[in-house]
């Protein structure tokens, strides 16, 4: 199966610094990455949408400037927090779907990375 | 507007069957997702219906209905390592998935 890995999967760190999130499909393109953010107890938030090659999407409420997201190529989209704060501390998780290759077919399914949690103190 | 109905909680015994429900509205509507997320991890996809009708995949199993914005995963001789949140997911015209809170699912032995 369709396999997202995302690195760090845990960071904590000072109020201030900024913090960047990798996340990779391993044996599949993906021409749009998700990025989503979790607080305790609470459903997913989709944060942005991410194609690759051109800007990310935000959502309604989401800094753009304070989440940097790069999507360089079908297999990376970092995501970075800049001068994050303790309000910032979360779950974060990417997800990937398909590219449709030639002869295939996309599921538009989103495959998750084992999310990130950070933690800023 | 868009939104989810599942129930927030059930209760199932080990080795029975679970039936959990969803009901949905979306505009516009590119089929429905389920997945699993055990505490404190992300999300695992289960099944994706598109068309109405029962998938059957291996203990789980999940059925649409189109028509009447519903759908429900069954889960069959449950194991305790079931014990998770099932996540409902339909997407919608942009082919963005609409979450919900999901169903956490408790599995007593």
């Known amino acids: 199966g369709a396999v997202v890995s995302q690195h760090p999967s845990r960071v904590i760190c000072k109020s201030g610094t900024s913090v960047k999130i990798e996340c990779r499909s391993l044996?599949?393109?993906?021409?749009?990455m998700f990025w989503y953010r979790q607080f305790p107890k609470q459903s997913l938030m989709l944060m942005a949408t991410s194609n690759e090659g051109s800007k990310a999407t935000y959502e309604q409420g989401v800094e753009k400037d304070k989440f940097l997201i790069n999507h360089a190529s079908l297999t990376l989209s970092t995501l970075t927090v800049t001068s994050a704060h303790p309000e910032d501390s979360s779950f974060y998780i990417c997800?990937?779907?398909?590219?449709?290759?030639?002869?295939?077919?996309?599921?538009?399914?989103?495959?998750f990375g084992p999310g990130t949690r950070l933690t800023v103190l | 507007g868009q939104n989810i109905d599942q129930p927030t909680e059930m209760t199932a015994t080990e080795g029975a069957i679970v039936q959990i429900n969803c009901t949905y509205q979306t505009s516009g509507f590119n089929g429905l997702f389920w997945y699993q997320q055990h505490a404190g991890e992300a999300p695992t996809f289960l099944s994706y219906?598109?068309l109405d009708g029962l998938e059957e995949k291996g203990r789980f199993s999940s059925f649409l209905s189109r028509s009447k914005g519903y759908s429900y995963l069954l889960l069959k001789e449950l194991q305790m390592k079931d014990s998770a949140s099932y996540l409902c997911a339909p997407m919608d015209s942009n082919y963005q998935l609409i979450w919900g809170a999901g169903t956490k699912l408790i599995i007593k032995p």
């Open positions: 219906n598109v």
């Open positions: 044996d599949f393109q993906a021409t749009t």
């Open positions: 997800s990937a779907r398909d590219h449709p290759t030639s002869g295939g077919e996309s599921t538009d399914t989103q495959y």
